[in-house]
């Protein structure tokens, strides 16, 4: 990969919906402000014809980077399906993992670069593969895992890690607010029972 960042770091989310291009916005818009080099990198993403921005224009407006450079503008699909499905119904040609990386480009001198994801890991994103099936040919130095604070999380966050394998990955509890018990005890829980890593505060992300 021409001008692969220092760090590399893959976004995935539990589900859809959870906050991944939310919370790896303002991680990004944070570390500009320290002073590092950043870009995002959105493969292909489908969406609400109707949404304001989309997760392009947000990664963008974090990065300083043309909404373009995030995603191209064939990799955009106006449906809001998985991207191969949107593909489909637009009567698009099929994409293909191998095209999506071949068109990721960094700009030289980039610190940290993240690359976020579709869906959930198992969610189509190509034709040929899913987002775990991206991020395990990307080769990221991490990964982030964005997932909810509620009911239900300890049993998605430890199905997604199994999915991601040897990858070191931080999770971040989407959502968390510390006056609710159950938030503060899946976290608890997560950490002391299952020994995994979580953070609630992109300002501690220790990828940086």
């Excluded at 921005?53 to 449906?79: F, K, N």
């Excluded at 510390?178 to 300002?203: F, M, P």
Aim: hydrophobic share 45%; with cysteine.
């Amino acid at each position: 990969m021409p001008h692969r960042p220092s760090r590399l770091v893959g976004i995935l989310g539990t589900h859809t919906e959870v906050g991944k291009t939310f919370v790896a916005a303002r991680w990004l818009a944070h570390l500009r402000q320290q002073g590092i080099r950043v870009a995002a990198r959105k493969p292909v993403q489908s969406y609400d014809v109707n949404d304001a921005a989309t997760d392009a224009d947000q990664l963008a407006g974090a990065t300083g980077e043309a909404s373009i450079s995030v995603c191209p503008a064939h990799r955009r699909y106006p449906l809001a399906f998985a991207p191969p499905m949107a593909g489909d119904a637009l009567a698009r040609p099929s994409i293909r993992i191998s095209e999506l990386l071949n068109e990721i480009v960094w700009p030289a001198g980039i610190e940290l670069g993240v690359v976020e994801s579709v869906g959930g890991p198992r969610s189509p994103i190509a034709h040929d593969g899913d987002s775990i099936d991206l991020i395990a040919r990307l080769q990221p130095d991490e990964v982030l895992l964005v997932a909810d604070a509620k009911l239900g999380t300890l049993n998605a966050v430890r199905l997604c890690l199994q999915c991601i394998g040897s990858v070191p990955t931080v999770v971040f509890l989407n959502r968390f607010d510390a006056h609710n018990e159950l938030h503060r005890l899946n976290r608890q829980w997560l950490q002391d029972k299952y020994g995994i890593a979580t953070s609630i505060d992109v300002q501690s992300l220790p990828f940086a």
